[in-house]
Structures are given as C-alpha cells and as structure tokens.
C-alpha cells in the first residue's frame, strides 16, 4: 500500500494538466500513487495521460477517461481508485511548488495525523500571496461559515472517507467546503499544520470565478445542516463576529472599541433603570 495517493481531476484542459502532471512527477519521493480522472476530454488530454503513464517507471500512474456527472463525482472515482493511507487532490492547472515537496510532508506526518496541511501560493495582480490557512490554529464554526481549509494542500487520511462519507456529488463548487465542514467542526476530528509552501493554486478554477453559486450552495449546506435558530444567529451576528477579530488584532483600536462597548452598555442600563422607575 503506498503512503499517499495524488488524485488530479480534469476535463479539457491540457495546458493546465501538462503543468499539473509535471509537477508531480519531479517528485523526490517516490513514495505515492498518482490518479488521473479525466472527464472524457477531446483537446488531447486522455492521449497525452496515456502516454505520461507508459513512459513513466518511477511512479504508478494510474488513470480513466470517461464522461463523469463534475468535479466531485470525478473526485470520488478518484477515492474509489486510490490505495493510499493519505490522498491530495490537486486539480488540473495546480501545482506542486517545488520537487522536494512532498518529501518535506510526508516527513511531517505524524503516525495518528488526520490531515496534515501546508500553505497554498496564489498568483494575484500585486504578486505571489502565500495562504496559510489556520496556521496551525484549530478552526471555528466561524471560520467555515465564510471560509474553508484549503484543499489542494492538504494530506487527507483515506479512512475519514469511508468514517464521514464520499463528497457529495450534487454541489457544483462547495463539496469539500461541507465534508471538512462536518468532519472538522461538527465532528471535532483534529488537523495539523505544516509551514510548507506545498501548491500553487490555479486562480482561474470554477470555485474561484463562481462567488455567486458559492455563496448560495453554503447557504444551502448551512441550512439543511444547523438548526434553524443557530444558522439564524450567525446570518445576523456572524459578520460583527469576523469584524471584532479583526479589531482584536489591533491593541489601540481594540482597546477603544472596548470602552465604547461599556459606554453603550451603561446607557443601556441607564435607559432600563429609568423605564423601570417611571
């Protein structure tokens, strides 16, 4: 059983898959899988997989091309094939940032590791961001009510699939922003952090040009998921609660902030008081 398995999905995207596919095989480890599932692609993608998976020795390639229902239907034949202890999804068009990466984070995985996860580069119009996540932190419900744990960076054990389920298959773009979401939130299972750069991430993906189906299939997810009066709470209170972490990271402002809040709580108290006397 290999220790990892490197799952890429794809469909009609050959320069991105050729970036991809690259990426991986430079690898210095050779301790890993590697899974292609390409959607029936006609740009010369399968020829192309089909001839990377001959030529290569060092690695196990494994692959199919064949038309699939989307992303995370193509995601869960990719688990279905997978054989390792730990699985990365990296997408067509993501990157491995350097040759050495994956050694540097199979070294990290500790024997009871869940998910281990690194950072995530993203090209922006001012220059090359690093995303680092949680940083090692334990996430919030707060953190996942608007953001999520970056996926292509992360080592997935394989058995959580089969503990919390596949991804679910009928959302476009917020499948595995609701299965850590059940599994690191609503079940508590622990993750750990690496300050790893370990992918650069292909900014032009359908969950990155897509705000508008985003935002309503996590509305749908939260409400079919929390009761009705928690999910009520935080559509109101959620963004004053992102806002005052914000100004917690500035002392001064914090600080005034706070005696702000007592100000308004004394005349809350004040205005009772007289109600109650007249």
Request: glycine share 6%; proline share 3%.
């Amino acid at each position: 059983m290999p220790l990892l398995s490197i799952i890429t999905i794809n469909y009609n995207n050959l320069n991105g898959l050729k970036k991809t596919v690259q990426s991986v095989l430079c690898q210095t480890s050779k301790e890993f899988e590697y899974i292609i599932v390409d959607g029936g692609s006609n740009d010369g993608s399968a020829e192309y997989i089909s001839t990377c998976a001959k030529e290569e020795t060092s690695i196990e390639i494994k692959w199919v091309s064949e038309k699939d229902t989307g992303i995370y239907n193509a995601m869960n034949k990719g688990i279905l094939i997978s054989k390792g202890k730990y699985l990365q999804f990296l997408n067509s068009g993501d990157c491995i940032v350097n040759e050495i990466v994956t050694e540097r984070m199979i070294k990290s995985l500790k024997p009871d590791c869940n998910i281990l996860y690194g950072n995530m580069l993203k090209n922006l119009p001012k220059g090359l961001y690093c995303d680092k996540g949680f940083s090692g932190r334990k996430p919030t419900f707060v953190d996942f009510f608007y953001g999520t744990l970056n996926h292509s960076p992360a080592y997935i054990k394989r058995d959580l699939f089969n503990q919390f389920g596949f991804y679910d298959e009928n959302l476009k773009i917020v499948s595995d922003w609701k299965w850590y979401l059940n599994v690191l939130i609503l079940n508590n299972i622990t993750v750990d952090y690496t300050n790893i750069d370990v992918t650069l991430f292909d900014m032009n993906g359908i969950s990155n040009v897509n705000n508008h189906l985003d935002k309503s299939e996590r509305q749908q997810v939260l409400s079919e998921m929390l009761p009705e009066n928690i999910y009520t709470d935080y559509l109101l209170w959620g963004n004053g609660i992102l806002a005052y972490q914000r100004i917690q990271k500035f002392p001064v402002l914090s600080r005034v902030f706070y005696l702000f809040d007592r100000y308004v709580s004394w005349l809350e108290r004040k205005r009772n008081n007289n109600y109650i006397k007249s």
